[in-house]
């Protein structure tokens, strides 16, 4: 039996993209893989802006049609036991880095939350990703942690929509988050959308994982009417 998408013609950027997954539960990275021949689920060496991460090739994810503009990588080549090796420890350092930098913040009675921590396979740096509902002097908590570590830390801000798309998690709808799944860019999402769609406004029932009204209010919103239908009396 023939594929039923044999014949359709490709992107010519397509056939040198591939989308690899780099952090688990995060929307695949679209990476340039050059002359590699992949095949779904290889493990391989990803350059990225923040520096080389050991990711795994998928075709569980929209193909790449175009060249993308911005966040994306390049596929160095496939990882060796080495590189899985590296990353393992990478891992290990992720965690460690994680704990420490919440207990020190909660000694230091700071108003932080520690969303996430990225180390390279290569390197001494550590990217630490936070939320905080207010302006924060981290530099001491900054030095106690690279002198334990003895990384370099890269402190980075998110906005508490952008803490949730960059953790990843499932939804009320027991889907992945519409942000890590298949959003570029966060819409504007009103309590007057689920009002016209005649749900709940219940906070707890129409707000997302990050505290937020759901992003997917936005999304079917112009199907419905105007004004909900009311029963007459």
């Known amino acids: 039996m023939s594929c039923c998408c044999a014949g359709l013609p490709v992107a010519p950027a397509a056939k040198d993209w591939i989308r690899v997954v ?5 929307e695949p990275l679209p990476c340039r893989k050059g002359p590699l021949d992949l095949r779904h689920g290889d493990d391989v060496v990803v350059e990225t802006a923040d520096g ?3 990711g795994r090739a998928t075709l569980l994810a929209s193909p790449v049609l175009k060249e993308p503009r911005s966040r994306a ?3 160095v080549r496939r990882a060796t036991e080495e590189d899985l090796r590296a990353r393992d420890a990478a891992l290990y350092d992720e965690a460690t880095i994680g704990r420490q930098m919440r207990e020190h913040a909660a000694e230091l009675h700071l108003e932080i939350n520690i ?6 396979i290569s390197g001494r740096k550590a990217i630490v990703y936070f939320t905080s509902e207010q ?3 981290f530099r ?3 030095r106690q942690i690279a002198r334990q570590s003895g990384r370099r830390i890269e402190m980075r801000p ?6 949730a798309k960059i953790i990843g998690a499932l939804g009320p709808c027991g ?10 860019r966060f819409h504007s999402v009103t309590v007057r959308m689920a009002k016209r769609q005649s749900l709940s406004l219940n906070p707890t029932k129409i707000s997302g994982m990050c505290g937020r009204l759901m992003c997917c209010l936005s999304h079917e919103v112009e199907n419905y009417p105007t004004a909900p239908n009311r029963r007459r009396k």
């Open 140 to 142: 001491r908590l900054v």
């Open 52 to 54: 080389r991460f050991v």
């Open 135 to 137: 302006r924060v002097d």
């Open 115 to 120: 969303q996430k921590v990225r180390v390279p």
């Open 158 to 163: 998110l906005g508490v929509r952008d803490g």
């Open 22 to 26: 780099v952090d688990e539960g995060t």
């Open 175 to 184: 889907r992945c988050l519409c942000c890590v799944s298949f959003m570029n």
């Open 73 to 75: 990588g390049r596929v």
